[in-house]
């Protein structure tokens, strides 16, 4: 089926041609962008499901609203100076879009607030760039704050829009570290305009599932990647963006399903939950699957880049995992935000979706994104070649440095603002190597380790070719007592669990030689990602090793669920009538699924049994964390 709501063209690439002709041909300002983010307007801009039923918003339909927006805010902000920055401060939603034109179309710069920041980070942004007010949808701050429903309830007074021409992102960190970076509308046309090249040149991201092009919107919009790559691109082609009611994963699975999503972009530690999750599934039903999933991936690393013959055979093979994941809609997926492992991106394109590797930052926008068609390129690391507009080297320290017109502008820090110049090289920090105008991201300079032999040790390349049953976050940092790995443990693993994954982690090392480089190995219950990162922060980890803050996990503290004979007694019950086995087979220690041969029918007839009789919610990621009678005994008495 053709792609459909292409205006009066009758193909992806005329519709793309004439809008961006027609925006070239402007000032290029975020005025001039205004009306051409909303020039289709009988196409729908919004899906969002609302109970059982879905809901639908045109782009006619959404720019009425950011006009109103923009009235009720120049009545608020009557007072206030033209070009006063106003922060955002919401999760994604259609009105954090309208929000988003509105502030612009009333005079004010956008300042897009990270709202996984705390308050006093947050507050000291808004007072280093004298932010005259904060529209939010429920946190106050220092200065002026307008909720939501506040301004939905202004009296609206029509005025000529003077558009101001300015954007400002936040990067994430410490407050001591966070920088604003600025784009105009300048910055945003000659993005588009790499876009457009984009599609020019890769067939599968224009691609539509029964005529519809859908990008979900599980990135933030404040984030670079989530208001460039995800919203700016396709809202300009005037394509559909699918709302999430939340981030669990039950709603991420079921609402990509529900809306035939076509388009999902995502960091990495997204899609490497997903890949652990589709993997334990298809170990707990038995060898004979996995043997025959293993042969299905060496088939297609034999014949996947091979036209035609590829894709079929992934087609037929793999039905039943992608099932279990997407369904058949994704036809183009974006992993970006930090390094990501070849396995993953092997997976991905092996079982049949689209799943390229991309690079960016807050301060020059996106760089690059893999466009090619062959698996063997789209699993083996790279972020592709730079974007049409960017140039890339390596300088003499192996570092990537990047220019070019997409770049911000000016980018300030605690008060300073220094003005970018398209010409001048940003030195990015980042490790590169690059292959045939390929880029290979390595790691991040500032994280790598000199070891007692005076050679340098990349933290990324270990910990991706660090293997262990444990599925959790690792993390190898110098500390104080020289490199050290330090690995989070489930909440309820037991010391044997502790010893073998210690273990494991010791053989891994030696099978990289590293053994004697890095010595020191601490396991622990302390989460090692903070409840608001998209990824394991290496220097706060260090910190919070050498402060005490990572409490080390204690081989000799008694466990507390030996002593509880009874509950232990009783849970083995509910494991064994699960499984149709005598209780005596049950020892408190063996897996469900690997030892005792357990299936998830199996283990969700166990689960409800045991809620039933304890009143306690497992958690979504119970099949990998609540596998033994101990660990679910630890967590019943947890929870009282």
Same mark, same amino acid.
């Given at each position: 089926?053709?792609?459909?709501?292409?205006?009066?063209?009758?193909t992806?690439?005329?519709?793309?041609? =004439?809008?961006?002709?027609?925006?070239?041909?402007?000032d290029?300002?975020?005025?001039? !962008?205004?009306?051409?983010m909303?020039?289709e307007?009988?196409?729908?801009?919004?899906?969002?499901?609302?109970?059982?039923?879905?809901?639908r918003?045109?782009?006619?339909?959404?720019?009425?609203?950011?006009i109103?927006?923009?009235?009720?805010?120049?009545?608020?902000?009557h007072?206030?100076?033209?070009?006063?920055?106003?922060?955002?401060?919401?999760?994604?939603?259609?009105e954090?879009?309208?929000?988003?034109w509105?502030?612009?179309?009333?005079?004010?710069?956008?300042? !897009?607030?990270?709202?996984?920041? *705390?308050?006093?980070?947050?507050n000291?942004?808004?007072?280093?760039?004298?932010?005259?007010?904060?529209i939010?949808?429920?946190?106050?701050?220092?200065?002026c704050?307008?909720? !939501?429903?506040?301004l939905?309830e202004?009296?609206?007074?029509?005025?000529?829009?003077t558009?101001?021409?300015?954007?400002?992102?936040?990067?994430?960190g410490t407050?001591?570290?966070?920088?604003?970076?600025?784009?105009?509308?300048?910055?945003?046309?000659?993005?588009?305009k790499s876009?457009?090249?984009?599609?020019?040149?890769?067939?599968?991201?224009k691609?539509?599932?029964?005529?519809?092009?859908?990008?979900?919107?599980?990135?933030?919009?404040?984030?670079?990647?989530?208001?460039?790559?995800?919203?700016?691109?396709?809202?300009?082609f005037s394509?559909?963006?699918?709302?999430?009611?939340?981030?669990?994963?039950?709603?991420?699975?079921?609402?990509v399903?529900?809306?035939?999503?076509?388009?999902i972009?995502?960091?990495?530690?997204l899609?490497?939950?997903?890949?652990?999750?589709?993997?334990?599934?298809?170990?707990?039903?038995? *060898?004979?699957?996995?043997?025959?999933f293993?042969?299905?991936m060496?088939?297609m690393?034999?014949?996947?880049?091979?036209?035609?013959?590829?894709d079929?055979f992934?087609?037929?093979?793999?039905?039943?995992?992608r099932?279990g994941?997407?369904?058949?809609s994704?036809r183009?997926?974006?992993?970006?935000?930090?390094?990501?492992?070849?396995?993953v991106?092997?997976f991905?394109?092996?079982?049949?979706?689209?799943?390229?590797?991309g690079?960016?930052?807050?301060?020059?926008?996106? /760089?690059?994104?893999?466009?090619s068609?062959?698996?063997?390129?789209?699993?083996?690391?790279?972020?592709?070649?730079?974007?049409a507009?960017?140039?890339?080297?390596v300088?003499?320290?192996?570092?990537?440095?990047?220019?070019?017109?997409?770049m911000?502008?000016?980018?300030c820090?605690?008060?300073k603002?220094?003005?970018?110049?398209?010409?001048?090289w940003?030195?990015?920090?980042?490790l590169?190597?690059?292959?045939?105008g390929r880029?290979?991201?390595?790691g991040?300079?500032?994280?790598?380790?000199?070891?007692?032999?005076?050679e340098?040790?990349?933290?990324?390349q270990v910990?991706n070719?660090?293997?262990?049953?444990n599925?959790?976050?690792?993390?190898?940092?110098?500390?104080?007592?020289?490199?050290?790995?330090?690995?989070?443990?489930?909440?309820?693993?037991?010391?044997?669990?502790?010893?073998?994954i210690?273990e494991?982690?010791r053989?891994? !090392?030696?099978?990289?030689?590293?053994?004697?480089?890095?010595?020191r190995?601490?396991?622990t219950?302390?989460?090692?990602?903070g /409840?608001?990162?998209?990824k394991?922060?290496?220097?706060?980890v260090?910190?919070?090793l050498?402060?005490?803050a990572?409490?080390?996990?204690?081989?000799?503290?008694?466990?507390?669920s030996?002593?509880d004979?009874?509950?232990?007694?009783?849970?083995?019950? =509910?494991?064994?009538?699960?499984?149709?086995?005598?209780?005596k087979?049950?020892?408190?220690?063996? =897996?469900?699924?690997?030892?005792?041969g357990g299936?998830?029918?199996?283990?969700?007839?166990?689960?409800?049994?045991?809620?039933?009789e304890?009143?306690?919610?497992?958690?979504?990621?119970?099949?990998?964390s609540?596998?033994?009678?101990?660990?679910?005994c630890?967590?019943?008495?947890?929870?009282?």
């Amino acid at each position: 089926m053709k792609a459909k709501h292409l205006g009066n063209y009758k193909t992806i690439d005329a519709f793309v041609r =004439h809008k961006l002709d027609a925006f070239s041909a402007t000032d290029h300002s975020m005025g001039a !962008l205004f009306s051409f983010m909303y020039s289709e307007g009988e196409n729908v801009m919004i899906e969002r499901t609302n109970g059982y039923a879905i809901e639908r918003k045109t782009y006619a339909q959404c720019q009425q609203q950011a006009i109103r927006f923009s009235e009720k805010i120049r009545t608020s902000l009557h007072d206030c100076e033209r070009n006063a920055v106003v922060g955002l401060c919401m999760e994604n939603s259609a009105e954090w879009i309208a929000l988003f034109w509105a502030i612009l179309r009333a005079g004010f710069r956008p300042l !897009l607030m990270n709202i996984r920041l *705390d308050d006093a980070a947050l507050n000291e942004i808004l007072r280093s760039c004298g932010a005259a007010c904060v529209i939010s949808d429920g946190r106050q701050f220092d200065v002026c704050t307008i909720p !939501l429903a506040a301004l939905e309830e202004t009296t609206v007074y029509p005025f000529e829009p003077t558009f101001a021409d300015e954007v400002l992102l936040m990067t994430s960190g410490t407050s001591e570290q966070i920088k604003l970076c600025a784009y105009t509308g300048e910055q945003f046309y000659h993005q588009i305009k790499s876009s457009a090249e984009i599609i020019r040149t890769s067939k599968r991201v224009k691609a539509h599932y029964e005529g519809e092009l859908k990008q979900l919107t599980f990135l933030p919009f404040y984030h670079i990647f989530g208001l460039t790559a995800m919203y700016i691109w396709f809202a300009f082609f005037s394509r559909t963006f699918v709302l999430l009611r939340d981030f669990s994963p039950k709603t991420l699975l079921n609402t990509v399903r529900k809306h035939k999503v076509t388009h999902i972009f995502a960091i990495q530690l997204l899609w490497e939950r997903i890949y652990e999750s589709a993997i334990s599934e298809i170990e707990k039903r038995g *060898d004979a699957t996995v043997k025959k999933f293993q042969k299905g991936m060496r088939i297609m690393d034999a014949i996947g880049d091979v036209p035609v013959l590829g894709d079929l055979f992934s087609k037929l093979a793999f039905r039943e995992v992608r099932a279990g994941i997407f369904g058949d809609s994704p036809r183009f997926c974006i992993s970006g935000g930090s390094r990501i492992s070849p396995d993953v991106l092997r997976f991905f394109n092996h079982i049949g979706y689209h799943l390229a590797n991309g690079y960016g930052m807050s301060e020059i926008g996106i /760089a690059s994104v893999e466009l090619s068609n062959k698996r063997s390129r789209l699993s083996d690391g790279a972020v592709g070649a730079p974007i049409a507009g960017m140039e890339c080297r390596v300088d003499e320290n192996g570092e990537l440095a990047v220019r070019g017109r997409n770049m911000a502008h000016a980018i300030c820090q605690n008060g300073k603002r220094t003005e970018t110049k398209p010409d001048g090289w940003f030195h990015t920090h980042d490790l590169c190597r690059i292959e045939n105008g390929r880029l290979f991201i390595l790691g991040r300079a500032d994280d790598l380790i000199v070891c007692e032999n005076g050679e340098n040790l990349n933290p990324d390349q270990v910990e991706n070719r660090i293997a262990l049953s444990n599925r959790r976050p690792i993390c190898l940092v110098a500390a104080s007592g020289g490199p050290t790995l330090v690995i989070e443990l489930s909440e309820f693993a037991n010391a044997e669990t502790a010893q073998a994954i210690r273990e494991q982690a010791r053989a891994c !090392l030696k099978t990289l030689r590293l053994d004697g480089e890095v010595r020191r190995i601490v396991l622990t219950k302390t989460p090692l990602m903070g /409840a608001n990162e998209f990824k394991v922060s290496r220097a706060r980890v260090r910190r919070a090793l050498e402060t005490g803050a990572i409490v080390p996990y204690d081989f000799e503290a008694k466990q507390a669920s030996a002593e509880d004979a009874e509950l232990v007694r009783r849970v083995t019950a =509910h494991v064994a009538q699960a499984l149709r086995k005598d209780p005596k087979e049950i020892a408190p220690d063996a =897996h469900f699924f690997y030892d005792l041969g357990g299936t998830s029918l199996d283990y969700f007839a166990m689960v409800a049994s045991v809620q039933g009789e304890f009143n306690v919610g497992f958690p979504s990621d119970a099949g990998s964390s609540l596998s033994t009678v101990n660990e679910i005994c630890r967590f019943i008495r947890k929870q009282g």
